[in-house]
Each structure stands twice: as structure tokens, then as C-alpha cells.
DNA sequence: ATTCCTCCTACATCATCATGTAGTTGCTAG
DNA sequence: CTAGCAACTACATGATGATGTAGGAGGAAT
């Protein structure tokens, strides 16, 4: 490959940091754009070294990587950032995951498995440590099965709004006085959705709103 | 590693299945197990066999590789499944993972890797095409959070039955009927679901239960 | 034995919901 | 102009829900 991978480093604990800069500057594979303490700066030193891949920490003085990945995910989608912590709980790998991280290797992970976890990012993949990695297939597989795909339900905004109270709990009085409608209205807009839905209790609707994402 | 790697392969194209048998019978480190163009009798294959792991095609006549992971990961949890297919669509993906398969690796992967794959699973990784891999974070990220972590409430399991056919839209009535108590018992257990609910109406209870996951 | 917990039952009463009927207004399309 | 749609309003009535009061039975723990 001819061209260099270029990555800058964020870690707080320096002598780990030192260790990894000289890592990546033995191989001729890589190339040493940035190596920081902290991520307080990482738009303007991204913009400026334009890195290929982030190795980012999590636990960092004044903002953390979780925090720092949603930023440069956010303007610099194209930029790779791998997580390198010590952090195994599945509340830090989620958060990761979902503000953009690609890769999420533990610090215990050897040098040479380092780089090519870097060198996986920059290639479109997705480095895990394997514990992770399974963690995040467990995690996978606990969200809920998407919403049964139902017959798409054509609810006036006045119906919309109606239903959306009801999911909160709301008497019809109560919703009534919230948007300004005489209480026969609101009875008349409820009995417009249960034919609509093909419910006939309040609970029934309200139950089907939530379970359907109608609202 | 003294252990040989023990591989059972399912895939019904006859030519790769010889290609893969013979690619892991010329590594010391694996030892094929079986070979099969179809998973209609993976129970027996696996109890017989004890592979570590299966390398697991999705396109099979008379069963799916999808549903076949199904039936050997409850029966069988220690077994690694990696499925090795053609698709790349998420449902696919999205099915097989939940189905209990630890990695998923295209059919155009190269031989050496497909053996790391296999490795990777045995030690417990989770060996994914870096495409498919992309594939899973983004499925992850489009994932609901979690639901809030509301005060643990301590529902008995009457009270726990009986929320759950509010939350199906049963009237007081239905469910007296169909759980054979009176229908002042069923009041009586709704009143108690109020008060550790603190809400006071059937909808506010049916909200809360869907929206905090309390059955 | 008593107390506590859970489940069960009954009654009374008021509040709220569900349904049907009837009508009005404003806007848009044919 | 008419017809259709959406939103609005009112009334009547029966059904259901919410709440309070009162009591009983069975099982476990003290």
C-alpha cells in the first residue's frame, strides 16, 4: 500500500501516549499526523492534519472520547475513529457506537494488533477487541424487533394530535382544554381514529399508537 | 495451539464445499468435522460431530442457514456459528445475528481469512466482513435507546398479568373472563397497579407499561 | 396464636367513555 | 352552484371505569 495511513492520537496518560507515537512511526505504513492530551481542540486540529484514523481515549481531562466522536462524526463523517480504552461496560460501547466510533479495541491489546486495527479503519472495517465485539452482538440482538409494518393508518394532524395525547395519559377534558376544543370534539375526533384503527376502546388505541410507532 | 480447530461446513454448492473441505484439511490446525449440502439434520450432525465451529451458508434447499442457526445456538450455545454467504441485505444480517451466529463473512473472502475467521470464532470473536461489519454499527446506531430506567416497580404477578391485557386493549370484562376471577377482583388489582404506578386512569397504566417495557 | 401478604369477592356511587343523532362553518374541486 | 372533507359543536343514553368500603381465605413468618 502506498499510501501512508495517517493518525493522530488522544490520550491523557503520556507515557502510553509516547509509547504509541513511536509505535506508529516505526512502521512505514503509518504516518504520525497529531498525538493530543485531550480532545478539546479536535475540530481545528482535524481540519488541519486531516487525518485518516482517530485512536481516541475515553477518559480524558475536560471533554471525553464519547463526547469527541460525536463532534468530528458529525464534520468529518469520512474521518475513522477507533476507541482505545480500558472500558468494557456495554453503556460506554453503546454510546461509542452510536456517535460514530467504527472500532473499539481494550488498552490490554498488543501493538501489532493495534495497528492493524487502524489499518482495518482506514480500509472501511471494523476493528473490535473480541470481547467487545461479542458484546456488541448480544447487545444487538436484545433491541426489540422492529415495528410490525401495519397497514399505513391515514390519521388527520387533528387525529395525530388527539392520539398523542391520549398515549400520555390524558382525560378527554383534559385534552379538551389543552388545544382550545369543546370536549364533543374531542369525543368526535376519538371516534374517527377507532374507526380508522379498528379499535373500540381508548386503551386499545393508545396501545396500538405505541406498539406501531403511529405517533 | 495443540487443539485442533473442529470445522462442520453446510453449503449446497457442491464445487466451494470441496474447495473449503480441502482448504481446511491442508491446516494442521483445523480438523474437518463434516461437510454437508444442507442443515435438515443439524441437531444429530452437531451432537455426533462436537464442532467448534460451523461455517454456515443462508441458501439451502429444505431449510434456510438462517433457520438452522436457530435450532443448533439454543440447542447448542457452545458451538460458534459463522455464516459465509452471498447476501448482504440487513435483514439478512439483522436474522442471522439474532439467530445466534457470531460472524458473517462474504463468500468472495479469501481463503487465508476465511480461516482467521474460523480461528476468531473458536477464541471467541466475532469475525465479520469489514462491509458487513459497517452494516451491523449502523444497524446498532438506528437501534431505539434503551428505555429510561424508571423506579424498579414491584408489580405481583396478578397484577403483572393484568397490566399486561390492559395493554392489549382488554376491557375489565374480557379479562375477568378470560382469567376466570370477578370483575370487581379485576378492579380491585387495577386500583393496586394505579398506586404503585402512581398514574390514574387504564391509558396513563397502558403508556407507561409500553413505554417503560414493565411487562 | 397473630400478623402480613396476596388474591379474591361484593356493593355503592360518581365520573368518564362510547356511540348515535343532528347541525354549522370554511375550504377546495368539479 | 354542489359535493366532499375537515374541524367544530351539542345533546342523549347506556356502558364502563375509578374509588371507597367491607369482608373472607390461604399461606408463610414470627
Given at each position: 500500500?502506498a499510501?501512508?495511513?495517517?493518525?493522530?492520537?488522544?490520550d491523557?496518560?503520556?507515557s502510553?501516549?509516547?509509547?504509541?507515537?513511536?509505535?506508529?512511526?516505526?512502521?512505514?505504513?503509518?504516518?504520525l499526523?497529531?498525538?493530543?492530551?485531550?480532545?478539546?481542540h479536535?475540530?481545528?486540529?482535524?481540519?488541519?492534519?486531516?487525518?485518516?484514523?482517530?485512536l481516541?481515549?475515553?477518559?480524558?481531562?475536560?471533554?471525553?472520547?464519547?463526547e469527541?466522536?460525536?463532534?468530528?462524526?458529525?464534520?468529518f463523517?469520512?474521518?475513522?475513529?477507533?476507541?482505545?480504552?480500558?472500558?468494557?461496560?456495554?453503556?460506554?460501547?453503546?454510546q461509542?457506537?452510536?456517535?460514530?466510533?467504527?472500532?473499539?479495541?481494550?488498552?490490554?491489546?498488543?501493538?501489532?494488533?493495534i495497528?492493524?486495527?487502524?489499518k482495518?479503519a482506514?480500509?472501511?472495517?471494523?476493528?473490535?477487541?473480541?470481547?467487545?465485539?461479542?458484546?456488541i452482538?448480544?447487545m444487538?440482538?436484545?433491541?426489540?424487533?422492529?415495528?410490525?409494518?401495519k397497514?399505513?393508518?391515514?390519521?388527520s394532524?387533528?387525529?395525530?394530535e388527539i392520539?398523542?395525547a391520549?398515549?400520555?395519559?390524558?382525560s378527554?377534558?383534559m385534552?379538551?382544554?389543552?388545544?382550545?376544543?369543546?370536549?364533543?370534539?374531542?369525543?368526535?375526533h376519538?371516534?374517527?381514529i377507532?374507526?380508522?384503527?379498528?379499535?373500540?376502546?381508548?386503551?386499545?388505541?393508545v396501545?396500538?399508537?405505541?406498539?406501531?410507532g403511529?405517533?
Open positions: 500500500m499510501k501512508k495511513i495517517k493518525v493522530t492520537l488522544y491523557d496518560n503520556n502510553l501516549r509516547k509509547s504509541l507515537e513511536q509505535l506508529i512511526q516505526t512502521y512505514p505504513d503509518f504516518e499526523t497529531g498525538s493530543y492530551p485531550n480532545p478539546l479536535i475540530l481545528d486540529n482535524t481540519k488541519e492534519k486531516k487525518p485518516d484514523v482517530i481516541m481515549d475515553i477518559d480524558m481531562p475536560g471533554m471525553t472520547g464519547i469527541a466522536v460525536e463532534l468530528v462524526h458529525k464534520k463523517p469520512e474521518v475513522k475513529v477507533v476507541m482505545q480504552t480500558v472500558f468494557d461496560e456495554d453503556d460506554k460501547i453503546f461509542s457506537i452510536c456517535n460514530g466510533a467504527v472500532g473499539y479495541i481494550l488498552k490490554k491489546t498488543p501493538p501489532l494488533q495497528l492493524d486495527s487502524i482495518q482506514s480500509e472501511g472495517g471494523a476493528p473490535m477487541t473480541p470481547s467487545v465485539a461479542i458484546k452482538l448480544k444487538f440482538r436484545q433491541q426489540p424487533p422492529p415495528p410490525e409494518e397497514d399505513k393508518v391515514d390519521l394532524s387533528r387525529e395525530t392520539l398523542s391520549l398515549t400520555k395519559g390524558m378527554y377534558k385534552i379538551s382544554e389543552e388545544i382550545k376544543i369543546g370536549i364533543d370534539t374531542v369525543r368526535f376519538i371516534k374517527n377507532y374507526e380508522k384503527l379498528h379499535v373500540h376502546s381508548n386503551t386499545e388505541a396501545s396500538r399508537a405505541l406498539k406501531e403511529l405517533i
